[in-house]
Nanobody
Framework: QVHMVESGGGLVQAGDSLRLSCTCS????????MGWFRQAPGKKREFVATISGSGTSTVYADSVKGRFTISRDNAKNTVYLEMNSLKPEDTAVYYC????????????????WGQGTQVTVSS
């Protein structure tokens, strides 16, 4: 059974930084691309960033490019999202997701999801 547990969310002020973590079990982590998505109240879940299984390829949403960094530690079965220069519009529940093989920006292509972690950025 696959388990994915996010952590690291919280309440911060605009301009602050946070690092989210997502630790996975029950799957062969290295053959899964990983993604981060977010969902604000009343909005659809949207793509944030994705990383290939090897960690050599990354893609970012335009809204976070240059501020967020996705990375992974395959020895720890963990993917990270480093978030800098946070803005109030980054407020959302952040989800990690796993997709067999190649990375994707489409949430419908992901096989497994974590339960989410809340990030709130005050102005």
């Amino acid at each position: 059974q696959v388990h994915m547990v996010e952590s690291g969310g919280g309440l911060v002020q605009a301009g602050d930084s946070l690092r989210l973590s997502c630790t996975c079990s029950g799957l062969t982590f290295t053959i899964y691309a990983m993604g981060w998505f977010r969902q604000a109240p009343g909005k659809k879940r949207e793509f944030v960033a994705t990383i290939s299984g090897s960690g050599t390829s990354t893609v970012y949403a335009d809204s976070v490019k240059g501020r967020f960094t996705i990375s992974r530690d395959n020895a720890k079965n963990t993917v990270y999202l480093e978030m800098n220069s946070l803005k109030p519009e980054d407020t959302a529940v952040y989800y990690c997701a796993a997709r067999l093989r190649s990375a994707s920006t489409d949430r419908n292509n992901y096989n497994y999801w974590g339960q989410g972690t809340q990030v709130t950025v005050s102005s």
